[in-house]
């Protein structure tokens, strides 16, 4: 009795010794929260990374203490694995990438393909398949040293700035890696699109510690185009109003606003504002004579928000007609994205997807031309808008006025 006490103690012991035999010190790690990524003339590597400064972090207002918040650095390397273990040779900190928010990409690396990237974050135990790819048109790694006067690390200011897009534009999505890599395996011709940021303004000065006590910043980051790939390697870019008309076609429709004249046929000064508490679209296709169509049938509910129209909006007559040039916007903008993805001649707007479900046979003979037959594929669209309030007015002020 007394030995088998003795050998349940010991391995208890044992287990106690061997739980933490991998452990590593906060104070030894530097915590990650954005990574760049360039690449330089000889075709080497170049990894940029934003580790946060504790001490700057933890210092409250009014200390007078003059530390920037981030600390910002760059290695080499023939492999990203290489150039992340040169880290060594710059910092007294072994880096720690669970907290890395986003992960920029300069667009000369992504016209080469992304797969190498991808291959490296997704066998990395500590990377997250949550953090955001964004594209950037100039050096990737300039982006981290820009300082920002609310959220102290920029990294998360980036990553803040596309959520709150999505709630309130639904204009540019931020794309996760695994949602990339989903698309990217799903789609008929592995499709998918990528984000852009941009800085207005000069970008050098808005990197000074300086910068933080000014009132108006010299540099401000911003949202930019859309990046479309094409077998894991960036084929061109999408405009701000091309992907707004892709977000009404894939679906992706949350919040957004839409400006309309009045007559419903052209803009002047007078234009007024709808906003869309909630958009749904369905992708309906159909074969005619053999040859593919597709039906894009939307729907948009929401307020009446904006009113320069001179018109009685207590008639549901009147409402009709501005529930008319409502739906002409919409319509615009989708034909928009779809000339915009025919350009680029690629499927981005999941049409491809939409026939493999519904007509398997179909897509099974024209997969592998499937580039041809979307070239010339009709689209059709369909949209029905609902304005469901006005406000707490009856009729525009214009019309109060005259």
């Known amino acids: 009795m007394k030995r088998s006490l003795m050998l349940l103690l010991i391995l208890f012991i044992c287990l106690l010794e061997s739980g933490c035999w991998n452990r590593r010190e906060l104070g030894e790690l530097g915590i990650v929260m954005a990574t760049a990524i360039d690449m330089d003339k000889n075709n080497q590597w170049v990894t940029s990374f934003q580790v946060v400064n504790p001490g700057a972090i933890a210092t409250q207002t009014g200390s007078g203490n003059s530390q920037s918040p981030v600390t910002t650095f760059s290695t080499k390397g023939k492999t990203l694995r290489d150039a992340f273990q040169n880290v060594s040779m710059e910092t007294p900190r072994a880096l720690f990438l669970a907290h890395n928010r986003v992960v920029l990409i300069n667009e000369d690396v992504a016209k080469k393909g992304v797969k190498q990237i991808i291959d490296f974050y997704l066998r990395d135990i500590e990377s997250r398949e949550t953090m955001k790819i964004i594209l950037t048109k100039g050096n990737a790694g300039e982006f981290l040293e820009i300082l920002t006067p609310i959220e102290k690390i920029s990294g998360n200011t980036i990553r803040k700035i596309f959520e709150k897009e999505e709630s309130s534009l639904s204009m540019i999505r931020s794309i996760n890696m695994h949602e990339f890599v989903t698309t990217l395996a799903s789609s008929p011709l592995e499709s998918a699109v990528l984000p852009e940021i941009k800085v207005s303004g000069e970008q050098r000065k808005q990197t000074a510690l300086e ?62 504002s709808f906003f869309v508490e909630k958009g749904s679209t369905k992708l309906i296709p159909s074969l005619v004579n053999g040859k593919p169509e597709i039906t ?31 739906q002409d916007e919409i319509k615009k903008e989708i034909e928009v994205a779809f000339k915009g993805a025919k350009r680029l001649k690629t499927d981005v707007l999941g049409f491809g997807n939409a026939f493999h479900t519904e007509y398997p046979s179909y897509w099974k003979e024209m997969k592998d031309n499937w580039g041809e037959a979307f070239m010339d594929i009709k689209m059709n669209v369909k949209v029905k808008a609902n304005i469901r309030r006005t406000g707490i007015i009856n009729n525009s002020v214009s019309k109060i006025l005259k």
């Open 211 to 272: 910068a933080l006590q000014k009132t108006r910043r010299h540099a401000a980051i911003q949202l930019g185009s859309i990046g479309v790939f094409r077998q894991a390697k960036l084929v061109g870019w999408l405009s701000q109003e091309e992907s707004l008309g892709l977000a009404w076609i894939s679906d992706a429709i949350s919040n957004t606003v839409v400006t309309f004249p009045c007559d419903g046929t052209t803009y002047d000064k007078q234009l007024s």
């Open 296 to 326: 894009v049938d939307v729907k948009a509910k929401g307020v009446l928000e904006e009113s320069a129209c001179k018109l009685n909006l207590q008639d549901p007559k009147v409402l009709t007609k501005l529930e008319h040039s409502i």
